[in-house]
């Protein structure tokens, strides 16, 4: 009978593996680790940002946006994110909205639209704090503190990291932590403090050296 159950269990691993959706894919090379894997996948991620705007499943439109943030290919998202926030403000589903934001926000703060971050946190913010939705809103935090750090900011900074770490500490969700850290490291580097970046910085990864890689253009 283990034979058999062994036996099983390997060939719907298997299946697993051959029949996994798309969106899996994409995120398992893109976003998990887009060094070493998102070369691979990048035709059929720009295949599926290009159709995004022909979805109507708002929760898979958000997949392809989160598979497409670290690819660079985001901005190609935008519309259709936006459309995942208009009906999350008449009334439809308040998860898929509020991960729109998220994106929309990183969106924003990356490519310098520093502007725009405070409103669509704002909004993003409201609704995380309202269905409790406490690591979205710490994805939102980020975002300001982001733009805090990048305008020299501390105040503001200083702020939304111990906001973020005060429920994210004693909850160990070290995702939020990581977020943290970024900012205060950014900050401290802005400043030419580099001890302090450094010390932000090592306590949420141990420092080692790189790899030896090879990179690829993502063009």
């Not at 936006?82 to 509020?98: D, L, P, Q």
């Not at 200083?158 to 160990?172: C, F, S, V």
Request: glycine share 8%; aromatic share 8%.
């Amino acid at each position: 009978m283990a034979y058999v159950r062994n036996t099983l269990a390997h060939q719907d691993e298997k299946r697993c593996r051959t029949h996994r959706p798309e969106f899996l894919v994409l995120l398992g090379s893109s976003f998990v680790e887009p060094a070493r894997l998102a070369v691979s996948t990048l035709g059929r991620l720009d295949a599926a940002v290009a159709g995004i705007g022909e979805q109507f499943d708002h929760a898979h439109i958000v997949r392809i946006a989160i598979a497409a943030t670290y690819a660079d290919r985001l901005a190609g998202c935008r519309a259709a994110l936006e459309k995942v926030v208009e009906h999350g403000r008449a009334g439809g589903t308040i998860t898929s909205a509020i991960e729109a934001f998220v994106l929309l926000g990183y969106d924003c703060a990356m490519t310098g639209e520093w502007d725009r971050v405070q409103p669509m946190t704002d909004e993003g913010l409201t609704l995380t704090r309202r269905y409790g939705y406490l690591l979205l809103g710490g994805l939102l935090q980020f975002q300001r503190a982001y733009v805090a750090a990048a305008r020299g900011d501390e105040e503001i900074v200083n702020a939304l990291t111990d906001e973020m770490t005060r429920w994210a500490a004693p909850n160990r969700v070290g995702l939020v932590l990581h977020y943290a850290a970024h900012a205060k490291t950014l900050t401290a580097l802005g400043r030419g403090d580099f001890e302090a970046a450094y010390r932000h910085a090592a306590a949420v990864c141990t420092p080692t050296p790189f790899r030896a890689t090879h990179p690829t253009p993502c063009g």
